[in-house]
Nanobody, 123 residues
Framework: QVQLVESGGGLVQAGGSLRLSCAAS????????MGWFRQAPGKEREFVTH???????YYADSVKGRFTISRDNAKNTVYLQMDSLKPEDTATYYC?????????????????WGQGTQVTVSS
């Protein structure tokens, strides 16, 4: 069982930056692939990025070049650095974890989820 707690959300102006954190419980954090998803009001939850246990990363086209995912296995934490934020990035951001090793772009690939943290980007 893994418990995930996100933090770092808030209100920021367009062009600004935020760093989200996701702290995980458990002693096998390094074995998990970690993902970030987001959900805007009235929209489906969508994939943002993931980082595999070995460190390989993948990004949605909408955030490529602006967002960076990283992990610190010693701290059981995954981060999402968000730069050049746009109003369309406004959403609740969710951290997720999985031991699966295949395609990790879908919600169903992940077994554990955090409660979410709100990010609001004003124009």
């Amino acid at each position: 069982q893994v418990q995930l707690v996100e933090s770092g959300g808030g209100l920021v102006q367009a062009g600004g930056s935020l760093r989200l954190s996701c702290a995980a419980s458990g002693r096998t954090f390094s074995s998990y692939a970690m993902g970030w998803f987001r959900q805007a009001p009235g929209k489906e939850r969508e994939f943002v990025t993931h980082i595999r246990s070995g460190g390989r990363t993948y990004y949605a086209d909408s955030v490529k070049g602006r967002f960076t995912i990283s992990r610190d296995n010693a701290k059981n934490t995954v981060y999402l650095q968000m730069d050049s934020l746009k109003p369309e990035d406004t959403a609740t951001y969710y951290c997720a974890a999985t031991l699966k090793t295949g395609m990790l772009l879908s919600r169903i690939a992940y077994d554990y989820w955090g409660q979410g943290t709100q990010v609001t980007v004003s124009s």
